[in-house]
């Protein structure tokens, strides 16, 4: 199965970073360029991209002061916009094809910019603190660089690059997906989470586990958790270990990374050729890429190790909710991934406590480890656990931030046409909730061309897609298969009465 494929020239792709507070006077609009890729286009290239993207923002704030432009469809291209920050805007170009494979949904575009700012602040801390920190821009853009660059790499095979097309309609990037758990699995689970909890004495931990790429269970606030499950999905699960792929993406991708080069278009834009500090809470002068690949191992203990923090440094990260930075310890055993998020204030003599507290979690845990890890293989149903004959599905709870969806190997099994008909679906709804910017019950029916009825349901924050391919079934017969479903696996929650 494939994805939208483009070249990576600097025509069919671009994307860039850029503060309005900065370089609005005449000699200084370089100062607004945060980042841009490709980052060899000639800055008057690069400067004509972002003025346009302004001039649209301050036009459409004449008609929306709170909510500016997301998406301007142009004759060949389709410009879409995110406010990562105050002022501070995310835009992408992207030329249209004709290709029958380059229908996009703009809302999947936007969530990728959402997702690549969330996760750069997860492990940086806000864009706006580092330029408050460093007022040059040079400071922001030694990372966002690399970072961005790191990130644009999974999307690349060859010298393609892959945007998700209409065929990852049935998956909404974003989310988290839930293993379901049997009650004697779920009490041990929560008996495993009370003790690596308290591995640090009276300190409160934090914990995330994972088995295979599903999330088994979080104590943290949603949106940590959807940032600390991406990137365990895509850099420390046992399948992001082995095969070097995102599981949110259809496509397998190969070990062969695209030559992106993460260097600056100048020094003179970088701001300084000086050591920077790395801005993400380590005195090293090095800037961390923490979305590098084939950069983390299992240990000889079960812990993951990595250099992107130096050497015998541990990985930290920020959270959203308590603003505060943790440190980031993984441990592994077989498909089971417990991710242990400890305060840097409780770790006062650096990696010797670092050491205490890993020996802790083997010396309490190890054995709970075990349990609920055997417990979770009997009970796992493989890649197709969640495939319900006859349906092809995507459910979301936009509050809890979570979704599930057909496996992606029965999602492939649908009809080109039905596909279309899914994103073109989607596309309806996201128009519908971007006018009204108020939640209400929506139903909307489509018939695809070869005669599959596609089906969306909003109820209350949470969504349902729906693909029927059988080809007798009138209206009727297909409002009945979602209401059976709604009943059996959703507890009522999209029924009709």
Known sequence: MVMASMSSGSESFRLCVFDLRRGQNEGQELDKILFFYPPDLTFSTQLSVIGLSEGLITFTRLFSPEAACEVIEAERHSHVFYEAESDIWMVMVVEKNKEIEAIWRVDALRRMLKEVHSLFVMFHGSIRALLEKEQTGGLIRSHLYPFITDYLNDLFVGKKLQLPSFRETLKERGTVQMLTLARDAALEVQSLVGVLDSCVGIVRCHSVILFHDLLVSTTLSPDDTVDLFTFSVMRLTTNAQSSGMSSWSYLRKGSTLSQITSRS???????????LPSGNGNN???????????????????????????????????????????????????????????????IVNGELDISFVKHQVIENASAKILKVEEKLSKGWGGENAYHVSGYRYLLVDNDMEISRASPPGKVATLAKESLLALNQLREEVDSEKSRTKVERDMEISIRAKNNAWVIARITRGKELYMALEKASETLLDATDSVQRFSNRYCSGSFSMD
């Open 265 to 275: 278009t100048s020094a003179q834009l970088l701001g300084s050729t000086d050591p």
């Open 284 to 346: 090293a002068a090095r800037v961390i890429r923490p979305l590098q690949h084939e950069k983390w191992s299992k240990g000889k203990v079960g812990f993951l190790v990595t250099d992107i923090w130096g050497k015998d440094a541990t990985p930290t990260i920020w959270l959203q909710q308590t603003q505060e930075r943790v440190y980031l310890l993984t441990y592994q055993y077989k498909s089971l991934t417990l991710v242990l998020l400890v305060p840097t204030p409780a």
